[in-house]
């Protein structure tokens, strides 16, 4: 499992506090820095924006590059960035940071999965992979800390310099394990660094692929639905919870609520996926989304935290669950390809959901409709996942290596 602890470092600075740090501190930023409504607007369009981007062009180029070069690169420059966020006082300079890290964040996975594709056991794939991915709950938990402890005595700036100095660590883990990793694949390249069994998928031929291939094609509408139900979740969820005149604290134990069992739900899910099939681990844990969703709508006071459990349950070891599932059918170097365009279906469903979500608060006055229809978007994913399920040919069997 070093392999994974390794790369769930690199989560919680690309991710934990590349794309979710700012969010937590800028209430505390305000107070010293002119940053409007205007500009948290800005930045949060060119942060998304910026994520799609990176995901786009990993998938078309990030072969040609290579992922080791691209995990080194990217969390160098996410942890400048973060050590620099410590002294901007520019808005303009602060979205342009920030913009910067959130196109670094969708490489860094991207390349993580090609990596893990390709080196992992193929018995333990899923588990790598989600208990990876669930470095971002670890850095939503330790965003919390920062607030709670680091900020109120330090301030702001003392808040990203942390961030910054855990950035110089995973750096020193990071370059010996992939410098260990190219050692052993050294002997099975070619001239051009890439082994003829890990071939891409040549650009003019991706969409085609997605679009002909049944799990591709499935899991690029796995993830526009939970683009669709979890970022309006996230993002509207203390504004609902306001809106109900439910006491703010609510909010904040619902997300520490997600950070603990997404660190919990990352190791736990891919272990589901390697013992029982990754469709069957997605049919858990988006299940487990959709219960909570439904409970809330229910009764939001009695059953947020049911929520968060579903959301910190499901959100954290998908990514690393459906990985793993086009790496059953695809290589490392088309597995990261097809799931960088599937991240940007992400991304498209999430922005789509957001402009909903907007136009019915601003119509209806309420957020209860959105929050209906985030349920049963969650349910429409359950369905399909079954629908899957069934439609297996023969029971789960491992990859062979």
């Not at 409504?37 to 990030?62: F, K």
């Not at 609902?240 to 005149?245: I, K």
Request: with cysteine.
């Amino acid at each position: 499992m070093y392999m994974a602890t390794v790369f769930g470092l690199n989560q919680i600075i690309s991710h934990g506090f590349g794309m979710f740090l700012f969010a937590a501190l800028v209430p505390v930023m305000r107070e010293s820095i002119a940053i409007s409504h205007w500009h948290l607007a800005t930045i949060g369009a060119l942060t998304q924006l910026s994520y799609l981007a990176g995901a786009m062009l990993l998938s078309l180029y990030g072969h040609r590059i290579g992922t080791r070069r691209l995990v080194l690169i990217t969390g160098s420059l996410t942890t400048s960035l973060l050590f620099a966020l410590s002294q901007l006082t520019d808005p303009t300079l602060i979205t342009a940071a920030l913009t910067l890290m959130a196109a670094c964040a969708s490489i860094s996975w991207g390349s993580i999965i090609e990596i893990i594709s390709r080196c992992a056991d193929p018995k333990r794939r899923a588990t790598v992979m989600s208990t990876a991915a669930s470095g971002t709950a670890w850095g939503y938990g330790m965003n919390g800390l920062l607030i709670l402890l680091i900020v109120p005595l330090l301030g702001w700036q003392n808040g990203w310099l942390l961030a910054g100095s855990v950035g110089v660590i995973m750096l020193l883990f990071t370059w010996p394990m992939l410098r260990n990793l190219t050692q052993q694949s050294a002997a099975n390249t070619d001239d051009t660094g890439i082994t003829n069994e890990q071939s891409p998928i040549p650009a003019r031929r991706l969409l085609a692929e997605i679009l002909g291939e049944h799990r591709a094609r499935t899991t690029c509408l796995i993830y526009l639905l939970l683009g669709a139900t979890t970022m309006p979740f996230a993002n509207w969820l203390n504004t609902w919870l306001a809106e109900l005149q439910l006491p703010a604290s609510l909010g904040g134990y619902t997300w520490t609520t997600v950070g603990i069992t997404g660190m919990v739900a990352g190791y736990l899910g891919g272990k589901l996926a390697d013992r029982y099939g990754h469709v069957m681990a997605m049919l858990v844990i988006c299940s487990g989304f959709a219960v909570g969703l439904l409970a809330f709508n229910y009764n939001p006071a009695d059953f947020v935290l049911l929520a968060g459990v579903g959301y910190g349950l499901m959100y954290f070891p998908i990514w690393g669950i459906t990985a793993g599932w086009l790496n059953q059918r695809w290589n490392a170097t088309a597995t990261m390809q097809i799931n960088s365009i599937c991240m940007v279906a992400f991304g498209l469903g999430g922005t789509l959901a957001n402009l909903l979500t907007g136009y019915i608060r601003d119509n209806s006055g309420s957020l209860e409709l959105a929050f209906i229809l985030q349920s049963s978007i969650a349910l429409l994913l359950v369905a399909i996942l079954l629908s899957t399920l069934l439609r297996q040919p023969q029971p789960y069997a491992p990859a062979a290596a």
